[in-house]
Structure formats: structure tokens, C-alpha cells
């Protein structure tokens, strides 16, 4: 089920891309017009997150069933109140090491709450793989919020919201539901840099659990956080905001 728009990119690397995914092969057997249509379908799910999250487990260490019962303890403790009993920690297939962790969503149902938080489009991609909205991340937040409020968390389509600013009008996607850790006023008026969670995600349109310092001699992620709701590539423009934790440095490609 796809809920967000197609990703966008530069128009030189959308026309590159296509002329790649439209080679001679594919165009003999479907036709352009086909071919054109697979492609924008491609855009389309390059904006949700994967079916699954995967993990290499350091054999060395311990054994892949001991990490799958770790885990499954770990996503139960984590997304308290998600529904964890749909997420079954498989074994690869093929690759004996990797274990697959199925990323459940979207929740198209859940409510929209009056108090809006906007993020930015990387922090809006890192909530639908697990993280929480760290304080960087946060864009913009209602007047009145204060620790302790439910709010609802929107990623910021084209990266036109002010920051600081009290609402924002424009194109936004809805990822899920959260806790406000501080108030709007210490988010924005501190002297220096805040660190931390600024938004405990207690309802994201996407279940995934977090592998942000989650077993680390254990595990090793091998799934690229890569696709995020904004419709735009993770390599459109640079940003301040991670995967993990909402800060990050990494260009983007769209725009």
C-alpha cells in the first residue's frame, strides 16, 4: 500500500535514470509507454521505507538464535503499544548470518492531533525506520506545546518551513504520533545546541524497530535508511538531520 508521494529528483538525474531503466531489452519486450509506467511506479515506492529491515550477526560472538530472541525482547520493550505481535524475526533465506526484521505499515488509520510538529525531510525519513524526532530535527512547533503533550509529527516536503516557525501551511506528510519531551520554548529559545529526543514517537505510521546503538558487537545493519516521505532523494541538498537521530550532513540529490 503506498501512501506518499514519489520521490523527486533532479530533473537531469530523473531523465539519466530513466533512460537507464528504459534500456533496449525492456523496451522490446514492454514498449515505451509500459516502460513509463513501471518507472513512475519506482518513484513511488522509493518514498516508503523497505518491507524489511536487515541485520548481519557477528557469528563469532553468538549465535543467530540467541540475537532473535534479544531482538524480540528488544522490539517489545521498544514499541510498547505497536503491534508487535505481526513483527517475526525471520532468517535469511540464502545468507545463513542475516536475519530480517519486517517493517509494518502504513497505519493510514491513526489520528491527527490539533498540535503539529514539523520536521525535517531526513528526520522525517529516520521516523520511518524506527527513530524517535531528536531536537535538530524539529522545525517548527505549536505555540502552546509543552512537555508532556501529544502531538502529532509531519515531514516537510520541500524543506520551505521556517524554522521556529508556530505552523506551517504548506506540503507535509504525516509519519505518526508522539510525546513532546520539552516545551516549544526551550526547543527554540535555548543559547546552545540542544541534544536528545525532543518527540517520543509512540505511534509511527511505520513499526520499525531503532538500531541506533542497539547490540552493536552483535549486529551489523545492512538495509540503507534511504527512502523518506517527503518525496524527495535522501541525496537532494544538505541537511542537519541523521537517520538515527535526526542530524545528519549528508547531501540530496532532488530538489
Known amino acids: 500500500m503506498l501512501m506518499f508521494p514519489k520521490i523527486h529528483l533532479k530533473p537531469e538525474v530523473e531523465t539519466y535514470l ?25 518513484l513511488r515506492r522509493l518514498s516508503h521505507p ?18 532473535k530472541k534479544l531482538l524480540t525482547e528488544e522490539i517489545r520493550k521498544e514499541c510498547k503499544g505497536c503491534p508487535v ?12 548470518d542475516v536475519i530480517l526484521i519486517p517493517n509494518i505499515g502504513p497505519r493510514e488509520n491513526l489520528q491527527r492531533h490539533s498540535f ?3 520536521v525535517g525531510a531526513q528526520c522525517g ?8 524526532v531528536f531536537i535538530p530535527g524539529i522545525v517548527s512547533a505549536p505555540k502552546l506545546m ?3 503533550d501529544i502531538v502529532s509529527v509531519y515531514s516537510d516536503v520541500h524543506g520551505e518551513c521556517k524554522r521556529g516557525a508556530k505552523e506551517y501551511k504548506g506540503v507535509k506528510v504525516f509519519v505518526g504520533n508522539g510525546i513532546a519531551e520539552l516545551s516549544r520554548k526551550e526547543i527554540f529559545s535555548s543559547n546552545g545546541t540542544l541534544r536528545g529526543v ?6 509511527p505510521v511505520y513499526v520499525s524497530p531503532s538500531f541506533d546503538n542497539l547490540m552493536i558487537s552483535f549486529l551489523f545493519l545492512q538495509s540503507g535508511q534511504s527512502n523518506h516521505p517527503s518525496g524527495r532523494s535522501k541525496l537532494s541538498q544538505p541537511t542537519v538531520e541523521a537517520p538515527t537521530s535526526g542530524q545528519s550532513k549528508l547531501p540530496r540529490l532532488g530538489g
Open 125 to 132: 525519513n529516520a521516523v520511518l525506520r524506527g527513530a524517535h
Open 50 to 67: 523497505p518491507a524489511f529491515s536487515s541485520v548481519r550477526v557477528n557469528t563469532s560472538l553468538v549465535s543467530v538464535d540467541h540475537v
Open 85 to 96: 505481535e505481526d513483527i517475526r524475526i525471520l532468517e535469511h533465506p540464502k545468507i545463513p
Open 18 to 42: 530513466r533512460s537507464v531503466f528504459k534500456n533496449k531489452e525492456l523496451l522490446t519486450s514492454l514498449g515505451s509507454e509500459v516502460c513509463d509506467v513501471k518507472f513512475e511506479a519506482l
Open 146 to 148: 509543552k512537555a508532556g
Open 116 to 118: 503539529e510538529v514539523i
Open 198 to 203: 525532543g518527540i517520543r514517537m509512540t505511534e
